[in-house]
């Protein structure tokens, strides 16, 4: 076989295992945002639905932290094995979850997020530093966006077509997914190391110790601060409108169609997805990696953009959420999937993704985390999509400058280090 096409038939089938594995991921995670639990009571005169949505993302956010050290530090050896005891430690608490007395089944919330966070981290270690990582990257990035509206619409299949309580529908949900994952993750185990000429085009990934990250982070301090800032915007309103999608939904007068949370998600991961994939095609690393920068600055101003004309009454909601979502996305997908991995072969650094990763991600929940508490506890009589349209505003305005800001900085920063 000739050995272009098989280097193109060896990347779209990495690329599919990645986007499944991934995707079985968020039937773990996502399917009880679809119950309103409107029956349910308050905790401590904070809406149960909120209380819920906190206690994963508080332990999501715990699990993140842990993950700089841990997936910075991750080795080759047994991530296979690692990935099914995280998937089972998050599936035990689904079913303890139904069987105590709300608010206090709150906790099976905290503990499914604990084990979920660095579940990321450990599929893209498979795909990192190869020539078509771009690719295979956007693939599984794009997973993010179809997996959650997916998973929620089987579980709201679940709640209709069986009338499966509202507390139950998690554990239901995770176990359809079981027997895929631990195929799906025998599959990645079997993937092939990266090339030799792919080690030298994109670097060599290797382990961080705590010293080798503290030098990274004093080197590039500015362009790492202001990425934090940046994904810590995208995160928590990528949130929102993933956490709350059945409050926006319906408010904006959908709320009784299962399929909206799958319908309006799939033209937005084609887009992305083929966005973020024809970066294969910019060998030069350096100009991807400005590119990647300009992608997410495109994604603000189209939030900020359709946000606007929403507000005036110019496009419906359902046009609104789905630009709304294209231009979170369009700013989310490339940090989980090219910016560090370009970063990365551009400056010639000997580290890895995980690093960078993580340290954004876990601020980026934390900031999720800080404004859902504060939405829910405080005494603010907002919808959902008044203050996610304000907020959204707020939002573009301050992603744009930091964009700017952070384009310049690293522009800066190729004239004194030297890269690829």
């Known amino acids: 076989m000739d050995k272009k096409y098989h280097s193109i038939l060896l990347s779209i089938y990495i690329a599919a295992i990645c986007f499944l594995t991934y995707a079985c991921v968020y039937a773990f995670r996502k399917p009880f945002t679809i119950g309103l639990y409107q029956n349910e009571p308050s905790f401590f005169g904070v809406d149960y639905k909120n209380i819920l949505v906190i206690a994963q993302v508080l332990g999501y956010t715990v699990s993140k932290f842990c993950g700089i050290k841990y997936i910075s530090e991750l080795k080759q050896i047994g991530r296979g094995w690692a990935i ?10 689904l079913l303890c979850f139904p069987f105590v007395d709300s608010p206090w089944n709150i906790i099976f919330l905290f503990l499914n997020g604990l084990p979920l966070g660095v579940l990321w981290g450990l599929i893209f ?27 929620k619409s089987i579980g709201m299949w679940l709640f209709v077509h069986y009338n499966i309580a509202e507390n139950w529908i998690p554990f ?10 631990i195929l799906l993750v025998y599959l990645l185990e079997k993937i092939p190391p990266p090339s030799s000429e792919e080690k030298l ?6 382990p961080l110790n705590n010293k080798e990250r503290k030098f990274f982070f004093d080197q590039f ?10 994904y810590m915007l995208l995160s928590l309103f990528r949130d929102i409108r993933d956490n709350f999608a059945a ?28 966005l973020i994939a024809s970066m294969i095609y910019i060998k030069n690393n350096k100009l991807a990696f400005y590119f990647a920068q300009g992608i997410i600055l495109i994604g603000f101003i189209i939030c900020g953009v359709s946000t606007f004309l929403f507000m005036q009454h110019v496009v419906t909601g359902y046009v609104w959420i789905v630009l709304v979502g294209l231009g979170l996305y369009m700013g989310y997908i ?14 010639k650094l000997k580290a890895n993704v995980g690093y960078f990763m993580y340290l954004v991600d876990a601020f980026g929940y934390l900031a999720s985390a800080s404004v859902i508490i504060l939405k829910g506890t405080m005494d603010v009589k907002l919808s959902w999509t008044v203050f996610f349209s304000n907020g959204l505003i707020c939002l573009s305005i301050l992603g744009v400058i930091f964009s700017l800001l952070t384009m310049v900085y690293f522009s800066r920063k190729f004239k004194t280090i030297h890269y690829a």
Do not use: C, H, Q
């Open 84 to 93: 099914l005891i995280l998937i089972m430690a998050s599936w035990l608490p």
């Open 125 to 151: 270690s498979f795909v990192e530093g190869r020539k078509s990582t771009d690719f295979i990257g956007a693939t599984m990035a794009v997973s993010f966006i179809v997996s959650s509206g997916f998973v």
């Open 172 to 181: 239901y949900t995770g176990a359809i997914f079981i027997i895929p994952i």
């Open 201 to 206: 085009r994109k670097s060599i990934r290797v």
């Open 221 to 230: 301090s500015f362009g790492l601060v202001s990425f934090i800032f940046i």
């Open 247 to 274: 409050e926006l939904w319906n408010e904006l007068g959908y709320g009784s169609n299962a399929s909206i949370f799958t319908t309006t998600e799939v033209p937005i991961a084609i887009i992305v997805l083929i």
């Open 334 to 347: 490339p940090f989980n999937s090219i910016l560090f991995d370009r970063m990365i072969a551009s400056f």
